[in-house]
C-alpha cells in the first residue's frame, strides 16, 4: 500500500465511542458471552459488525481526503463498510438493533446463528488485514522513518561511489600512461647510442647565467609535458633568442630530456637541462624536506598498511600522493642558491601552457615584494585556514585565517628581494617546525603561503587561468584572454581522462612530426 498514516490513527483514537468499541484495539471473542442463550451472542455480532463499518468508513474518509493510491483505498473501505452494511440488513428486523419494546426478542435456532457467526467473522476478518495492510499508508512517522533509511542508505553508496572515483581518478592522474613511458624509453636508448651527440659543453653557454635575458624555471619529470611548455613559451615570444629555459629533472630522466630539448631547434631560445642530483648543496643537513623524507614516520605514513594510515577521504588521499616525496616538488624553494647570479626568474609548472608573449611579467614594478601569483580566493574558498592547522597557537598567532591564497603554476620572483628577505631561511623554519605534519599537511602550497605570507603581489587574473584540470565550467572567452592556462587537477590533457574541450590547447603545441611520438602512438 502506499501514504500518510499516525494522523489517521490519532484521529480515530480521539474518538471515544470508537476507540473504545474499536475490536483492533480491545478484542472480543464473539462466543466470550456468559449469559444464554442466543440474543446476547446476537447483539454482540451486531456491535461487533457496527464497530467495522465506522472503521471501515473512517478509513475511507481519511483516505479521500489523503487522494491515496487513486482513491484505491477509499474504494476497498467504502467497499467493506457497505459489505458489512448489507449483512445487517440482511438481518430480520428485529435483529438489526438493540433489544426494547419496540423489537420484541425471536428465537434463532443455533444452526443459524453459527452460520451467522462464520459471514460475520469472515468479514471481519478482511476488514481487519486490510486495515493492518494499510497502517503504513496512514502511518506518517513511519513513512518519514523509511524515507530516511532510503535517503541514509543512498547516501552512504553516494559517499563510496564518490571515494572510489577519486581514487580511481587519483590512481590514473599519477600513473604513467604507456605512450608516455615509451616516448621516455626511446629517448634514452637514442641517448645511450650516441652519447657524444647528446653531452654537455665543457663550458656552459653564458646566455644561461646572463640576467639581462628572460630567464624560466621548468622543474619536472615528465618529458612531453616539459616540451609542451617550452613550445608554447617560444612560438607566443616575439624574440625567443631571448629566453633561457631552465629544465631540471632527475636522474633517470635526464638522458630522455636531453635528447628531446637537442632534437629540436626553438629559434634561437637557449635551453638549460641539469638533474637535480647536479645541486650538490641539496642535502638532508640543509634540507629539512629530505631529512624529513628520510624519517622512518614518514616512510611509514606511506607505505607500512596500518589503520591510521588509511584514507578516510578525498584530501587525505590527496595529500598521500607519492609526489610529495618527491625533491622536483620542493626545489622551487631555492631559486636563489640555484642561479646565485639572476635578479628575476618565472617559475612554470609542467601542466601549463603559454599562450602570449611573457615578457611583460619583467617590466611589473614589484614594490619590493618576493613572489608575483594571481589571487585565488573568492567568497570563503581558498583562504589560509583551508591550508593551515589555525588550532595551532603558531599558526593562529601569526596568520590571518582569512588572507587571500594564491597560485603555484606560474610565479614570478624577484630573487633579489628574496635574498633580502631571507625567505628560504623562513621556510626551512617553518618545515622543521612540520615536521609531524601538526601545522599543514603535505604539500608545497601551505609552505610556500607561510613563506611568502607578506611577500606576494598579487598580478592580474588574466596572467595566470586555473582550473583545467578539473573544471569543465571555465569560460572560453578567459581562457582565450589567459597569458598562461594550467591543467592543475587531476584530469591532465596527456591523460585519456582529460577534458577534451581543453585538451587542443595543449595539443596543438605537441611535436607530432617528431618520430619518437609518432612511434608512441600519441593521438592529437
Known amino acids: 500500500m502506499a501514504d500518510p498514516l499516525r494522523l489517521l490513527l490519532l484521529l480515530l483514537l480521539s474518538v471515544p465511542p470508537l476507540a473504545m468499541s474499536d475490536p483492533l484495539l480491545r478484542p472480543r471473542s464473539l462466543l466470550a458471552v456468559r449469559s444464554d442463550p442466543n440474543r446476547p451472542r446476537l447483539d454482540l455480532i451486531r456491535r461487533q459488525i457496527n464497530d467495522h463499518i465506522n472503521l471501515a468508513t473512517s478509513y475511507a474518509s481519511f483516505a479521500r481526503r489523503l487522494k491515496l493510491d487513486h482513491s484505491k483505498h477509499v474504494r476497498l473501505f467504502s467497499d467493506l463498510s457497505r459489505n458489512l452494511s448489507n449483512l445487517i440488513s440482511s438481518f430480520p428486523p428485529p435483529l438489526q438493533s438493540d433489544s426494547s419494546p419496540d423489537h420484541p426478542v425471536i428465537d434463532i435456532s443455533d444452526s443459524d446463528l453459527r452460520s451467522l457467526e462464520r459471514q460475520v467473522k469472515e468479514r471481519i476478518r478482511i476488514t481487519r488485514q486490510l486495515v493492518s495492510e494499510a497502517k503504513e499508508s496512514f502511518d506518517n512517522q513511519l513513512k518519514i522513518q523509511k524515507l530516511k533509511d532510503t535517503i541514509f542508505a543512498v547516501n552512504e553508496q553516494l559517499t563510496k561511489a564518490k571515494k572510489s572515483g577519486a ?63 617550452v613550445n608554447s613559451a617560444v612560438k607566443n615570444s616575439k624574440e625567443p633568442w631571448k629566453h633561457v629555459f631552465h629544465v631540471v629533472t632527475d636522474k633517470m630522466n635526464l638522458g630522455a630530456m636531453q635528447v628531446m630539448f637537442r632534437k629540436k631547434d626553438y629559434n634561437g631560445a637557449h635551453i638549460e637541462v641539469r638533474a637535480v642530483e647536479d645541486y650538490t648543496f641539496l642535502n638532508s643537513s640543509y634540507v629539512p624536506v629530505l631529512r624529513q623524507l628520510e624519517s622512518a614516520k614518514l616512510l611509514e605514513f606511506y607505505f607500512q598498511n596500518k589503520m591510521e594510515n588509511a584514507t578516510k577521504d578525498t584530501t587525505n588521499m590527496k595529500f598521500r600522493n607519492p609526489k610529495y616525496l618527491s625533491m622536483l616538488n620542493h626545489l622551487r624553494f631555492y631559486l636563489p642558491e640555484m642561479y646565485p647570479k639572476l635578479h628575476r626568474i618565472l617559475f612554470l609548472d609542467d601542466d601549463v601552457v603559454v599562450q602570449r608573449d611573457l615578457t611583460g611579467l619583467w617590466k611589473i614594478d614589484m614594490d619590493g615584494k618576493v613572489n608575483g601569483a ?139 612530426d617528431m618520430d619518437y611520438i609518432h612511434q608512441c602512438n600519441f593521438k592529437a
Open 374 to 512: 594571481v589571487e585565488t580566493c573568492f567568497g570563503s574558498f581558498h583562504r589560509y585556514t583551508q591550508y593551515m592547522n589555525f588550532s595551532h597557537p603558531l599558526i593562529k598567532e601569526r596568520f590571518n585565517p582569512n588572507a587571500c591564497g594564491w597560485a603555484y603554476g606560474m610565479n614570478f620572483f624577484d630573487l633579489d628581494a628574496w635574498r633580502k628577505e631571507k625567505c628560504t631561511e623562513q621556510y626551512h623554519y617553518w618545515q622543521n617546525l612540520n615536521e609531524n605534519r601538526t601545522l599543514w599537511k603535505l604539500g608545497t602550497l601551505p609552505p610556500g603561503l607561510i613563506t611568502f605570507y607578506s611577500t606576494t603581489k598579487p598580478l592580474h587574473k588574466s596572467w595566470h587561468v586555473l582550473g583545467l584540470g578539473y573544471n569543465p565550467n571555465i569560460s572560453m572567452e578567459e581562457i582565450r584572454n589567459a597569458a598562461v592556462v594550467h591543467f592543475n587537477g587531476n584530469q591532465k590533457p596527456w591523460l585519456d581522462i582529460g577534458m577534451n574541450q581543453f585538451r587542443p590547447l595543449w595539443t596543438k603545441y605537441v611535436d607530432y
Open 167 to 229: 581514487f580511481s581518478s587519483l590512481i590514473a592522474a599519477k600513473s604513467i600512461p604507456k605512450s608516455l613511458h615509451c616516448l621516455a624509453m626511446r629517448l634514452m636508448q637514442e641517448r645511450i647510442k650516441n652519447p657524444s651527440k647528446y653531452k654537455d659543453p665543457a663550458v656552459p653557454p653564458p646566455e644561461f647565467e646572463d640576467p639581462r635575458l628572460y630567464h624560466y624555471a621548468i622543474f619536472s619529470d615528465n618529458v612531453l609535458a616539459a616540451s609542451v611548455v
